[in-house]
């Protein structure tokens, strides 16, 4: 049995600076990952089978194809595999967050049954792959520090990241990328990448602050609370900055410790007790 983990993705920053003539949005995002994620489970079998379990497996929807299912199909097809697959996904991410957790768990399905099937394509062929199942599947396929442009096509290593903690905070109200972006205005942003390592976790919290969520006054139009969870998440003590990921609605705290990390997710689902509330390391290299 092969076992992968399916970090969760966070947009520590993303701006917009465009927009395709097909309609897909241009973007600039520094993409990094968290130490709370889905896990996966892969063993052989005759046929192809999902098998979907934990604390938020009642949210995956029923109806259409499973974006874990359409990457085994599409790897199989690409490397010409007839073998099987049995898969055991274990769900604790929030759906429709803005933490990529459908497209971290195709990645992960991706590299286990590569694993498992023992395929060897070219990066590009995986990274071409990886983009026909969403635009998010190709960082999380990197799965560290990533620049990310284009509609996510667009890779390159980004500067190393401090050690530093996360608080992820979600409502368990799903927000859907399209809708976000329909309700976007305004012009669009230039391209600001992080350049040079911070030297700690201050450090990264003011180049951050330099930048931002261009998403996030349409994600808040949308659903309100978004705005609720960045008072809480700056509100708390040792909180370095708070700002959404992705097109929301999961919302992150930036702490430099995990023991400041820690208590603040305490008493935020203390207080919250309706929240998904999560501290995990942020994961730098």
Not at 81 to 91: D, M, P, V
Not at 109 to 132: D, F, H, I, T, Y
Not at 219 to 225: H, L
Not at 244 to 255: I, V
């Amino acid at each position: 049995m092969i076992s992968v983990f399916a970090p969760a993705k966070v947009n520590l920053s993303l701006h917009v600076v465009g927009k395709r003539a097909d309609g897909y949005h241009l973007l600039d995002s520094l993409v990094a990952f968290a130490g709370v994620g889905d896990s996966l489970e892969i063993s052989a079998a005759e046929g192809l089978s999902l098998d979907v379990v934990g604390p938020t497996a009642a949210l995956i929807p029923t109806e259409g194809e499973n974006i874990v299912l359409k990457a085994a199909r599409l790897l199989a097809e690409a490397a010409g595999i007839t073998k099987g697959a049995a898969i055991r996904l274990t769900k604790r991410l929030p759906v429709a967050a803005g933490i990529g957790g459908g497209s971290a768990d195709a990645a992960a399905a991706l590299k286990g049954l590569a694993q498992l099937w023992q395929v060897s394509l070219p990066p590009e062929r995986m990274q071409a792959l990886a983009l026909s199942i969403g635009a998010d599947v190709p960082v999380c396929l990197a799965g560290r520090p990533t620049r990310m442009c284009g509609i996510g096509e667009q890779l390159s290593p980004a500067p190393a990241l401090p050690p530093a903690w996360l608080v992820l905070v979600n409502p368990m109200v799903p927000l859907h990328t399209p809708a976000v972006f329909k309700a976007r205005t305004g012009a669009f942003s230039a391209a600001d990448p992080l350049t040079e390592s911070p030297a700690d976790a201050p450090a990264l919290a003011a180049a951050l602050a330099a930048r931002r969520n261009d998403l996030t006054p349409a994600a808040v139009s949308i659903e309100p609370v978004v705005g609720e969870m960045l008072a809480a998440l700056a509100g708390s003590d040792g909180c370095l900055l708070s700002r959404m990921s992705g097109s929301g609605a999961t919302c992150f705290g930036l702490f430099a410790t995990e023991a400041t990390a820690t208590e603040a997710a305490a008493r935020l689902q203390s207080a919250r007790p309706g929240w998904w509330v999560a501290p995990a390391e942020l994961l730098g290299h």
